[in-house]
């Protein structure tokens, strides 16, 4: 089944513990972009990468970090998350040509205390 | 990419069609319309998008004036299922990022 996974669902952490949100999809995408949701903010987009070792900025990138050693995996790395970080994380994939029409992965719910 | 704009909310009887309306009066030209959907907190799923003709696929129809000024996504036989904030976003085809407004909350009611 083509699906986009990320692990965990749900994660309670503490300020400055760093920790990984995973993300990994089978359907060979090049794109892939990890986006965050807030109530009253919508979702708004951390980083993006457009193939293996190519990542670019989003809108709201600071305090996160990314890399894609990989096609099919794209972590999202918070090195010292801060209460502010505390989310509903969506990690997404498409093909290059194709970025209109992404496949989103089911969420994972962040809370920093 | 256009600002769009959308209704707040809308209510629909199941069994009928629900029509979504979206307003991108600024669109440009090679601007594409698509529109998604996130039902509670789930992932956004997409579910149709055009430039100018009418598009229709398993999912829904999607209506775009001559004018391209606005658009209209068409739900034929609504479900309680497809209770769902719906997103209209106006982007280039080859833009990197998807802008997600406010949407418009459909509640379908039995």
């Known amino acids: 089944e083509a699906q986009v996974t990320q692990n965990p669902r749900y994660l309670i952490t503490v300020t400055g513990k760093k920790l990984t949100v995973t993300c990994s999809q089978n359907?060979?995408?090049?794109?892939m972009s990890w986006y965050r949701q807030d109530p009253g903010l919508g979702l708004r987009q951390i980083y993006y990468?457009?193939?293996?070792?190519?990542?670019d900025k989003g809108d709201v990138p600071e305090g996160y970090k990314v890399s894609r050693k990989e096609k099919r995996n794209f972590p999202l790395i918070l090195e010292s998350p801060s209460p502010n970080q505390t989310s509903l994380y969506f990690c997404?994939?498409?093909?290059?040509?194709?970025?209109?029409?992404?496949?989103f992965g089911p969420g994972t719910r962040l809370t920093v205390l | 990419d256009a600002k769009t704009t959308q209704p707040t909310s809308m209510d629909c009887a199941e069994g009928r069609a629900a029509n979504l309306p979206c307003n991108h009066s600024?669109?440009?030209?090679?601007?594409?319309v698509y529109w998604y959907r996130q039902i509670h907190s789930q992932g956004p799923q997409y579910i149709i998008h055009?430039?100018?003709n009418n598009e229709t696929n398993e999912m829904a129809s999607l209506i775009i004036t001559e004018d391209r000024k606005s658009s209209t996504l068409i739900l034929p036989h609504a479900t309680l299922r497809d209770t769902a904030v719906y997103y209209c976003?106006?982007?280039?085809?080859?833009?990197?990022?998807?802008?997600f407004g406010a949407g418009t909350i459909l509640r379908v009611k039995s």
């Open positions: 990468s457009m193939n293996v070792e190519v990542t």
């Open positions: 359907m060979n995408h090049e794109y």
């Open positions: 600024t669109i440009s030209g090679n601007e594409y």
């Open positions: 997404a994939s498409s093909l290059w040509e194709a970025r209109g029409t992404q496949y």
């Open positions: 976003i106006a982007r280039m085809e080859y833009g990197n990022k998807l802008v």
């Open positions: 055009g430039l100018k």
